[in-house]
C-alpha cells in the first residue's frame, strides 16, 4: 500500500503548485479561491481513488486460508487496511465541509477569531478552521485538560 500523496500527510499533491500571490492582492480573492477549490477536489480524488483500489485488493486477495495463522494475518492486514479507509472517509467529509465554506464565502478565516489564517497554513493543511495561534491555544488547553 502507498502512503498518501496528501498535504495533510506531509506530502503534496501530485498536481500542487504553491499560490503566487501578486503584491496587494486581496486574501481571499477568485484566483485563491479556485486554487483552493482545485486542491481539495483533487484531494478527495485521490482518497477516492485508494477507497476502490482497497475493494479491489480486498476482493482479489481475500483467501479462505485453512492455517490459522495465515488467516489472522490477513484478517489483521484487513482490518488495518478497513482502519486506514475509515479515516480517509472522514476526511474526504471534512473535504466536502470544506468545499461548503468555499461555496458559502467562510474559508481562510479563523473560526475562533476571524482571522485570515493564511496562504501557506492552508497549503498545508487545506482544512484548518483555526489560524496558527488558535490552533496552538487549542492543543495547550488540550494537553492541560489530558484529552
Known sequence: MSAQNTPESGNLLKSFQPYKEKKGEEYMNDRQIEHFIQILLNWKKELMEEVDRTVGHMKDEAANFPDPADRASQEEEFSLELRTRDRERKLIKKIEQTLNRLDEGDYGYCDSCGVEIGIRRLEA???????????????????QLGH
Open 125 to 143: 493543511r487545506p482544512t484548518a478552521t483555526l489560524c496558527i495561534d488558535c490552533k496552538t491555544l487549542a492543543e495547550i488547553k488540550e494537553k
